[in-house]
């Protein structure tokens, strides 16, 4: 049944064997379960454009109501006019039974003016403004050179506007260990920016570490938030290197240690209205991730919900996971909760080793192996 309006829980009946022998024990080895909750949204997708979004759309709005729509295209999307384009690109593409709704981004320069904040809050259509540090990971080397001196305006007109700022949240600078990049950003960057625009909302993307967790904890609810991906919740460094250097877990910020995904499994579990999903799914060909020099980004949407769901149940949390991938997000956004449904069933399923296209394959995370968690639609 998908007309509730609390996630609902169906026992579809336990799997029991008689082990034998005396008294006949008996064992439960599996119980099968459906929740359905309401519609999750994806607050942080990089949908790219010609046919790469037109092969990976697909997989995003089977699950998604809505979507971030991260705007490091080549080139980026630094203006409304180019959202609007991008934005129209991306209705055409969408799968005829779907109700998915693109929420657009600007790309924030060193040469972005407050009139073009004010565009894009006037556009309706412009749901933040993303911060590429330049030099910090996938299309950001026309981002922000030096934030407080080059784009403070920019900042007090969208704390002014209500738009919100959507940080990559790493400095790019070479004499700062790859490990340590959030840590000195959180430090440089994010602590001074909330002293003096306390008014700015922010979102923290792609979170890595305990520092971070700990940072968005002691700001104010309502302004600062996060959001969390599959990835950085499920594998820590080790995954990188796993019997061989894996291109496929590699994406920026990097995996971290153990004891920081913990740390992030731990703010995500506990309830805490400040963490949101946002899969930061940023789908490469194959032949640019399993090459010499392979980009970063790590594809998952079509896995994320899945995975989102092991997380939570391993952490005996499951009744905390519509609230995070639901509710969280359009309340800080400000914006309405999804009336449409999804069902999550333990079933489990064998993720593909790859999609294929006319242009390429993408290798999704998890390729290969099998999950818990089936999101099907309601
Ligand atoms: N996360 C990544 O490793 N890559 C993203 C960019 C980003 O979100 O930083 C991409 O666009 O490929
Ligand atoms: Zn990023
Ligand atoms: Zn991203």
């Not at 009139?115 to 894009?120: F, G, M, P, Q, V």
Request: aromatic share 8%; charged share 20%.
């Amino acid at each position: 049944m998908c007309s509730e309006e609390r996630a609902t829980w169906r026992d579809l009946g336990a799997v029991i064997v008689d082990c034998g022998g005396q008294g006949s024990v008996k064992r439960l080895i599996s119980i099968k379960m459906e929740l359905t909750i309401t519609q999750p949204d994806d607050w942080h997708l990089h949908l790219r454009d010609g046919s790469l979004l037109e092969a990976v759309l697909p997989h995003s709005a089977k699950h998604f109501a809505r979507a971030i729509v991260m705007p490091n295209l080549k080139p980026p999307i630094t203006t409304t006019a180019a959202a609007v384009t991008y934005r129209e690109s991306i209705l055409k593409a969408i799968p005829k039974d779907s109700n998915f709704t693109p929420l657009m981004t600007l790309y924030l320069t060193d040469v972005t003016t407050p009139d073009e904040i004010k565009l894009a809050k006037k556009s309706g259509l412009v749901y933040g403004v993303k911060l590429y540090p330049a030099g910090a990971t996938t299309n950001s080397q026309d981002g922000v050179t030096d934030l407080f001196r080059n784009c403070f305006s920019v900042l007090e007109e969208m704390s002014e506007q209500n738009l919100p700022l959507l940080v990559h949240g790493e400095v790019a600078n070479s004499d700062v260990d790859i490990f340590d990049r959030e840590n000195v950003f959180i430090e440089t960057i994010l602590e001074p920016l909330v002293q003096k625009l306390p008014q700015l909302k922010v979102v923290m993307e792609h979170i890595t570490t305990a520092d971070a967790v700990k940072f968005v904890e002691s700001c104010k609810e309502g302004y600062v938030a996060a959001t969390v991906t599959p990835q950085h919740l499920l594998l820590n460094r080790n995954a990188l290197f796993q019997g061989g250097l894996q291109p496929h877990n590699y994406c920026l910020p990097v995996l971290k240690r153990e004891i920081h995904r913990q740390a992030i499994v731990s703010a995500v579990t506990s309830g805490s209205k400040r963490f949101f999903l946002g899969t930061d799914s940023a789908p490469h060909d194959r032949h640019k991730k399993e090459c010499a020099c392979g980009c970063a980004g790590i594809y998952n949407s079509p896995v994320a919900l899945s995975l989102y769901a092991k997380v939570f149940e391993e952490a005996g949390a499951l009744d905390k996971l519509e609230a995070f991938t639901s509710f969280n997000g359009p309340d800080f956004y400000g914006l309405p909760r999804n009336k449409s449904k999804i069902k999550l069933r333990k079933a489990p399923w064998k993720v593909p080793d790859y999609f294929s296209f006319p242009f390429g394959d993408i290798v999704p995370m998890y390729a290969g192996e099998t999950i818990e968690w089936e999101a099907l639609p309601c």
